[in-house]
Protein backbone atom coordinates (compact mmCIF):
# COMPACT_ATOMS: atom_id res chain seq x y z
CA UNK A 1 0.00 0.00 0.00
CA UNK A 2 1.53 3.62 -1.25
CA UNK A 3 1.16 5.23 2.56
CA UNK A 4 3.10 8.45 0.89
CA UNK A 5 0.06 8.57 -1.36
CA UNK A 6 -2.79 8.40 1.21
CA UNK A 7 -1.35 10.76 3.10
CA UNK A 8 -0.88 13.70 0.46
CA UNK A 9 -3.21 16.72 0.60
CA UNK A 10 -3.85 19.36 -2.25
CA UNK A 11 -2.14 22.60 -1.03
CA UNK A 12 -4.12 25.87 -2.46
CA UNK A 13 -2.48 28.95 -1.81
CA UNK A 14 -5.30 31.72 -0.98
CA UNK A 15 -4.90 35.89 -0.03
CA UNK A 16 -7.19 37.21 2.72
CA UNK A 17 -9.44 40.13 0.48
CA UNK A 18 -11.44 40.93 3.65
CA UNK A 19 -12.30 40.56 7.06
CA UNK A 20 -15.35 41.40 9.01
CA UNK A 21 -17.53 40.62 12.05
CA UNK A 22 -20.69 38.60 11.84
CA UNK A 23 -21.10 38.42 15.61
CA UNK A 24 -19.46 39.53 18.59
CA UNK A 25 -18.04 35.90 18.20
CA UNK A 26 -17.43 35.23 14.84
CA UNK A 27 -15.71 36.66 12.09
CA UNK A 28 -15.81 36.45 8.21
CA UNK A 29 -13.06 35.68 6.24
CA UNK A 30 -12.86 36.35 2.49
CA UNK A 31 -10.36 34.36 0.81
CA UNK A 32 -9.31 35.00 -2.90
CA UNK A 33 -7.08 32.74 -5.11
CA UNK A 34 -7.12 31.75 -9.02
CA UNK A 35 -7.94 28.12 -8.66
CA UNK A 36 -11.17 28.74 -5.84
CA UNK A 37 -12.70 29.45 -9.43
CA UNK A 38 -12.40 26.28 -10.65
CA UNK A 39 -13.51 24.37 -7.41
CA UNK A 40 -16.78 22.74 -6.63
CA UNK A 41 -18.20 23.52 -3.59
CA UNK A 42 -21.89 21.80 -2.35
CA UNK A 43 -24.05 23.93 0.11
CA UNK A 44 -22.99 22.82 3.29
CA UNK A 45 -19.03 21.99 2.45
CA UNK A 46 -16.40 22.98 4.48
CA UNK A 47 -12.50 22.71 3.91
CA UNK A 48 -9.33 22.86 6.01
CA UNK A 49 -6.88 26.10 6.53
CA UNK A 50 -3.94 25.80 7.32
CA UNK A 51 -3.67 28.71 10.72
CA UNK A 52 -0.38 29.39 11.78
CA UNK A 53 0.92 27.56 14.80
CA UNK A 54 4.59 27.81 16.72
CA UNK A 55 6.82 27.60 13.66
CA UNK A 56 4.76 25.66 11.40
CA UNK A 57 0.74 25.12 11.30
CA UNK A 58 -2.43 23.67 12.36
CA UNK A 59 -5.49 22.00 10.61
CA UNK A 60 -8.55 23.73 11.17
CA UNK A 61 -11.86 23.05 9.81
CA UNK A 62 -13.94 26.03 8.47
CA UNK A 63 -17.29 26.26 7.13
CA UNK A 64 -18.12 28.04 3.86
CA UNK A 65 -20.75 30.49 3.95
CA UNK A 66 -20.02 31.90 0.04
CA UNK A 67 -18.68 30.56 -3.30
CA UNK A 68 -18.33 33.08 -6.05
CA UNK A 69 -16.42 31.35 -8.60
CA UNK A 70 -16.62 34.43 -11.01
CA UNK A 71 -14.88 36.13 -8.49
CA UNK A 72 -12.13 33.49 -7.76
CA UNK A 73 -13.29 33.90 -4.20
CA UNK A 74 -15.01 31.99 -0.86
CA UNK A 75 -16.10 33.35 2.39
CA UNK A 76 -15.68 31.07 5.51
CA UNK A 77 -17.70 32.07 8.96
CA UNK A 78 -14.92 31.33 12.01
CA UNK A 79 -16.43 31.14 15.50
CA UNK A 80 -13.76 32.45 18.24
CA UNK A 81 -14.24 29.41 21.22
CA UNK A 82 -13.39 30.69 24.60
CA UNK A 83 -10.58 27.70 25.25
CA UNK A 84 -8.95 29.70 22.60
CA UNK A 85 -5.91 27.96 20.22
CA UNK A 86 -4.08 28.34 16.97
CA UNK A 87 -7.35 29.31 15.28
CA UNK A 88 -9.12 31.34 17.53
CA UNK A 89 -5.59 33.51 17.30
CA UNK A 90 -5.58 33.31 13.65
CA UNK A 91 -8.99 34.12 13.47
CA UNK A 92 -8.84 37.84 15.70
CA UNK A 93 -5.30 38.72 13.91
CA UNK A 94 -5.80 37.96 10.41
CA UNK A 95 -6.06 40.62 8.21
CA UNK A 96 -6.62 41.84 4.13
CA UNK A 97 -3.77 40.91 1.91
CA UNK A 98 -2.19 37.68 4.24
CA UNK A 99 -1.24 34.76 2.39
CA UNK A 100 -3.14 31.41 3.58
CA UNK A 101 -3.00 27.66 2.31
CA UNK A 102 -6.15 25.87 1.99
CA UNK A 103 -7.17 22.27 1.04
CA UNK A 104 -9.89 21.60 -1.21
CA UNK A 105 -13.53 22.13 0.29
CA UNK A 106 -15.35 18.73 1.06
CA UNK A 107 -18.94 17.72 2.06
CA UNK A 108 -20.36 15.49 4.94
CA UNK A 109 -23.92 16.56 4.55
CA UNK A 110 -25.69 18.48 1.52
CA UNK A 111 -29.15 18.63 0.21
CA UNK A 112 -31.65 16.17 -0.42
CA UNK A 113 -33.16 17.67 -3.26
CA UNK A 114 -35.51 14.89 -2.99
CA UNK A 115 -37.01 15.59 0.45
CA UNK A 116 -40.66 16.74 0.78
CA UNK A 117 -39.24 19.31 3.21
CA UNK A 118 -35.86 20.02 4.68
CA UNK A 119 -35.08 20.46 8.83
CA UNK A 120 -32.14 22.24 9.70
CA UNK A 121 -31.36 21.70 13.68
CA UNK A 122 -27.66 23.16 15.42
CA UNK A 123 -25.84 25.48 17.44
CA UNK A 124 -23.85 28.45 16.29
CA UNK A 125 -20.89 26.42 15.13
CA UNK A 126 -23.77 24.55 12.27
CA UNK A 127 -25.33 27.81 11.55
CA UNK A 128 -23.16 28.60 9.03
CA UNK A 129 -23.14 25.55 6.72
CA UNK A 130 -27.11 24.64 7.23
CA UNK A 131 -28.16 28.59 6.93
CA UNK A 132 -25.80 28.30 3.36
CA UNK A 133 -27.82 24.74 2.36
CA UNK A 134 -31.25 26.40 3.09
CA UNK A 135 -29.98 30.20 0.95
CA UNK A 136 -29.64 27.47 -1.80
CA UNK A 137 -33.06 25.98 -1.49
CA UNK A 138 -35.54 26.93 -3.92
CA UNK A 139 -38.04 29.95 -2.30
CA UNK A 140 -40.74 27.08 -2.47
CA UNK A 141 -39.01 24.49 -0.56
CA UNK A 142 -40.61 23.73 2.96
CA UNK A 143 -38.43 24.37 5.72
CA UNK A 144 -38.72 23.97 9.61
CA UNK A 145 -35.83 23.93 12.00
CA UNK A 146 -34.46 25.56 15.14
CA UNK A 147 -30.86 26.65 16.06
CA UNK A 148 -29.19 26.69 19.68
CA UNK A 149 -26.95 29.67 20.20
CA UNK A 150 -25.29 30.75 24.15
CA UNK A 151 -27.67 34.32 24.01
CA UNK A 152 -29.22 36.72 21.59
CA UNK A 153 -25.61 38.04 20.64
CA UNK A 154 -24.83 35.17 19.10
CA UNK A 155 -27.50 34.24 16.79
CA UNK A 156 -25.69 33.75 13.00
CA UNK A 157 -27.69 36.33 10.57
CA UNK A 158 -28.69 33.84 7.59
CA UNK A 159 -28.37 35.22 3.35
CA UNK A 160 -30.41 38.21 3.13
CA UNK A 161 -33.75 37.43 1.70
CA UNK A 162 -34.37 33.99 3.16
CA UNK A 163 -37.08 33.63 6.10
CA UNK A 164 -35.07 32.87 9.54
CA UNK A 165 -35.41 30.13 11.23
CA UNK A 166 -35.96 30.18 15.34
CA UNK A 167 -33.31 30.80 18.11
CA UNK A 168 -33.56 29.18 21.47
CA UNK A 169 -30.95 30.30 24.04
CA UNK A 170 -28.90 27.89 26.65
CA UNK A 171 -27.67 30.99 28.82
CA UNK A 172 -24.96 29.19 31.38
CA UNK A 173 -26.25 25.10 30.21
CA UNK A 174 -23.93 22.92 28.33
CA UNK A 175 -23.56 23.23 24.83
CA UNK A 176 -21.85 19.40 25.13
CA UNK A 177 -25.65 16.99 25.00
CA UNK A 178 -27.40 20.27 25.03
CA UNK A 179 -30.89 19.31 26.97
CA UNK A 180 -32.10 23.21 25.33
CA UNK A 181 -31.78 22.52 21.97
CA UNK A 182 -33.33 18.60 22.28
CA UNK A 183 -36.23 20.59 24.29
CA UNK A 184 -37.02 22.72 21.27
CA UNK A 185 -36.65 20.21 18.56
CA UNK A 186 -39.50 17.84 20.62
CA UNK A 187 -41.54 20.94 20.58
CA UNK A 188 -41.23 22.10 16.77
CA UNK A 189 -44.28 21.01 14.55
CA UNK A 190 -43.51 19.57 11.72
CA UNK A 191 -44.27 19.77 8.01
CA UNK A 192 -46.11 16.42 6.53
CA UNK A 193 -44.33 13.98 4.78
CA UNK A 194 -41.18 12.89 4.17
CA UNK A 195 -38.65 14.82 4.72
CA UNK A 196 -34.84 15.14 5.17
CA UNK A 197 -33.04 16.64 8.62
CA UNK A 198 -29.72 18.17 8.84
CA UNK A 199 -27.80 17.73 12.34
CA UNK A 200 -25.15 19.81 12.58
CA UNK A 201 -22.91 21.22 15.70
CA UNK A 202 -21.22 19.55 18.88
CA UNK A 203 -21.30 15.46 18.41
CA UNK A 204 -23.00 14.46 21.71
CA UNK A 205 -25.77 16.99 20.66
CA UNK A 206 -25.82 15.65 17.33
CA UNK A 207 -26.49 12.35 18.63
CA UNK A 208 -28.61 12.93 21.26
CA UNK A 209 -31.46 14.61 18.27
CA UNK A 210 -30.93 11.81 16.09
CA UNK A 211 -31.93 9.26 18.61
CA UNK A 212 -34.91 11.45 19.34
CA UNK A 213 -35.74 11.87 15.66
CA UNK A 214 -35.68 7.66 14.72
CA UNK A 215 -37.33 6.06 18.12
CA UNK A 216 -39.73 8.99 18.93
CA UNK A 217 -40.60 10.61 15.63
CA UNK A 218 -40.09 7.46 13.38
CA UNK A 219 -37.84 8.73 10.86
CA UNK A 220 -35.56 6.71 8.93
CA UNK A 221 -31.65 6.48 9.68
CA UNK A 222 -30.97 7.38 6.29
CA UNK A 223 -33.20 9.93 6.12
CA UNK A 224 -31.38 12.22 9.06
CA UNK A 225 -27.84 13.66 7.71
CA UNK A 226 -25.23 14.69 10.53
CA UNK A 227 -22.51 16.74 10.62
CA UNK A 228 -20.30 16.94 14.49
CA UNK A 229 -19.01 19.94 13.93
CA UNK A 230 -16.93 19.99 17.31
CA UNK A 231 -16.11 17.63 20.60
CA UNK A 232 -14.76 18.92 23.96
CA UNK A 233 -10.73 18.52 24.15
CA UNK A 234 -10.56 18.08 20.59
CA UNK A 235 -9.01 21.10 18.54
CA UNK A 236 -9.12 20.86 14.88
CA UNK A 237 -11.75 18.17 15.00
CA UNK A 238 -12.82 16.73 11.52
CA UNK A 239 -9.68 17.77 10.23
CA UNK A 240 -8.12 14.71 10.15
CA UNK A 241 -3.65 14.59 11.31
CA UNK A 242 -1.82 17.53 10.88
Avoid at 55 to 75: E, K, N
Amino acid sequence: MNYARRTTRTALLTRVRSVSAVTAHMREIELAGPEISRLRVRPGAHLVVRVPAGDGHARRVYSIWRHSPRDAALTIRVLEHAAGGPGCAWARTVAAGDRITVEPPRSKITLDETAGFHLFIGDETAAVPLLAMRAALPSTARVAGVFEAAGAGDEVPGAEGAPPLPWVHRGTAPAVASRVLLRAVRELELPAGSGAAYLAGESDTCRLIQRHLVEQRGWSRRAVHLQPQWTPGRPGFGAGQS
